[in-house]
């Protein structure tokens, strides 16, 4: 699975984008797939995560209320939606696929730089 993120850059705080995910290869077998984001001396943190078995979305506690999340189907594409934005939001964003086989196995795009201003 092979995945590419893009659509970031610099916003202003209170502003909003809008990150866009596109996987090749293997995509029948993906069982989950969003988005984390890791901002510079901090963790790898979740933003948003879709498991496509039973549907569910779950999102990082920082960006609840702000986030969303939109799916292309026939483009295996994903969209993230960040609104009400903050200099805290400022990261590296990074899309991520997982295959749950005998292990889980996590795929990873190479990131897209967001960085908001004040």
């Known amino acids: 699975v092979y995945l590419v993120e893009s659509g970031g850059g610099l916003v202003q705080a209170g502003g909003s984008l809008r990150l866009t995910c596109v996987a090749s290869g293997g995509t029948s077998d993906i069982d989950a797939m969003g988005w984390y984001r890791q901002a510079p001396g901090k963790p790898r943190e979740l933003v948003a995560m879709?498991?496509?078995?039973?549907?569910?979305?779950d999102y990082g506690d920082s960006v609840k209320g702000r986030c969303a999340v939109s799916r292309d189907i026939p483009k295996n594409t994903m969209y993230l939606h960040l609104h009400s934005l903050k200099p805290e939001d400022t990261a590296v964003y990074y899309c991520?696929?997982?295959?749950?086989?005998?292990?889980?196995?996590?795929?990873w795009g190479p990131g897209t730089q967001v960085t908001v201003s004040s």
């Open positions: 879709f498991t496509f078995g039973n549907n569910s979305l």
């Open positions: 991520n696929a997982v295959q749950e086989l005998v292990v889980r196995v996590n795929y």
